[in-house]
């Protein structure tokens, strides 16, 4: 006959199904965010904000669920968590960054122009 696992404490179950319920309105968030936002600049800030969020709940719940079955800390779903933190922000800024030169390019009047080097300033007087 099979051995089946214990069940989990109470509390441990209920770590996790609070980290999994903040991660989904975190989500409800950013898709709210993406619906009401009128400008494609707009709707990048939910999205990007909350998907780390959200994804850090996750990452939580499956570190607490995993380790209490092993009865010993389960680390490895961090590299998957690092990542994402690394690589969202960086996608976002560079989505960001083209549509703004596609904007620019064409002659979009509502997105501020490029920034311009400054003039090199005059040397100061000898005394």
Do not use: N
Request: with cysteine; net charge positive.
């Amino acid at each position: 006959m099979p051995m089946t696992p214990e069940p989990l404490p109470l509390w441990i179950e209920a770590i996790v199904a609070a980290l999994l319920l903040c991660s989904a309105v975190l989500v409800l968030a950013a898709a709210w965010g993406v619906v009401r936002l009128k400008t494609f600049f707009q709707r990048l800030h939910p999205p990007a904000l909350t998907f780390v969020g959200a994804s850090w709940c996750v990452t939580l719940a499956s570190i607490v669920y995993f380790s209490a079955l092993a009865e010993g800390p389960e680390l490895h779903v961090w590299l998957i968590i690092i990542l994402l933190s690394i690589t969202v922000p960086i996608t976002t800024m560079l989505l960001a960054r083209a549509a703004l030169f596609r904007s620019r390019q064409a002659g979009d009047a509502t997105v501020p122009p490029a920034l311009q080097p400054k003039s090199p300033a005059a040397p100061p007087p000898r005394d």
